[in-house]
């Protein structure tokens, strides 16, 4: 079983940077695309990014785009997400989310493991 743990959330304010990672247990992390996704109080989960499985293939939402970057360590079974200039409409609860399906996956359906979530609130 495929267990999937964020960190690094928190409170900011805009124009602040955050650094999520994703650490990824019980299964081959490198076999996995990977993907990080938010939601927002009463909007739909949203998909952020994501990255193929050796990482060489990125595909980011329009509204991330220049200050957003996401990475991968394979041999850490580790993911990141580097998000800079946060706004407050970036404020949201961000899930990573691991595939096994073909990349790029965008939906929330074609994840199959996801963690826990963390809360990233960017005030004002």
């Known amino acids: 079983q495929v267990q999937l743990v964020e960190s690094g959330g928190g409170l900011v304010q805009a124009g602040d940077s955050l650094r999520l990672s994703c650490a990824a247990s019980?299964?081959?992390?490198?076999?996995?695309?990977m993907g990080w996704f938010r939601q927002a109080p009463g909007k739909e989960r949203e998909c952020v990014v994501v990255?193929?499985?050796?990482?060489?293939?990125?595909v980011y939402v329009d509204s991330v785009k220049g200050r957003f970057t996401i990475s991968r360590d394979n041999a850490k079974n580790t993911m990141y997400l580097q998000m800079n200039s946060l706004k407050p409409e970036d404020t949201a609860v961000y899930y990573c989310a691991a595939s096994t399906g073909a990349f790029p996956s965008r939906r929330s359906q074609g994840y199959d493991y996801w963690g826990q979530g963390t809360q990233v609130t960017v005030s004002s």
């Open positions: 019980g299964g081959t992390f490198s076999n996995f695309v």
């Open positions: 990255i193929s499985r050796r990482g060489g293939s990125i």
